[in-house]
């Protein structure tokens, strides 16, 4: 059984930092993994990619602000979250893809998600 789990999130105020986590189990992580934002009313967009050589992508938004990373020894990924603004609260989802369809993330495995909030 392949489970994601994100921790994390949390009530900010502007400028400030988080650091997201999500623990895996059932799967290593050795393949694309990724971070989604979420808001009511819209779809999951897509936050940060940390690819299986570990080059990292990054929506324009969050570029130079946020980090991701991953431990494959604690098989955990993670969000590094700088300089916050009001902009950024959503639900935060971590995913994973499946391995042998590419980088298809959105079509893998994913948390519930964890709230982030930022006030002005």
């Known amino acids: 059984q392949v489970t994601l789990v994100e921790s994390g999130g949390a009530s900010v105020e502007s400028g400030g930092s988080l650091m997201l986590s999500c623990a895996v189990s059932?799967?290593?992580?050795?393949?694309?993994m990724g971070w989604f934002q979420q808001i009511p009313g819209k779809g999951r967009e897509w936050v940060a990619i940390?690819?299986?050589?570990?080059?990292?992508k990054y929506s324009d938004p969050v570029k130079g602000r946020f980090t991701v990373s991953k431990d494959v020894a604690v098989n955990a990924l993670y969000l590094q979250m700088n300089s916050l603004q009001p902009e950024d609260t959503a639900m935060y989802y971590c995913?994973?893809?499946?391995?042998?369809?590419?980088?298809?993330?959105?079509?893998?495995?994913w948390g519930q998600g964890t709230q982030v909030t930022v006030s002005s």
């Open positions: 995913a994973a893809a499946r391995i042998g369809v590419g980088c298809a993330i959105r079509d893998g495995y």
């Open positions: 059932g799967v290593n992580l050795r393949r694309c």
């Open positions: 940390i690819y299986p050589d570990n080059t990292t």
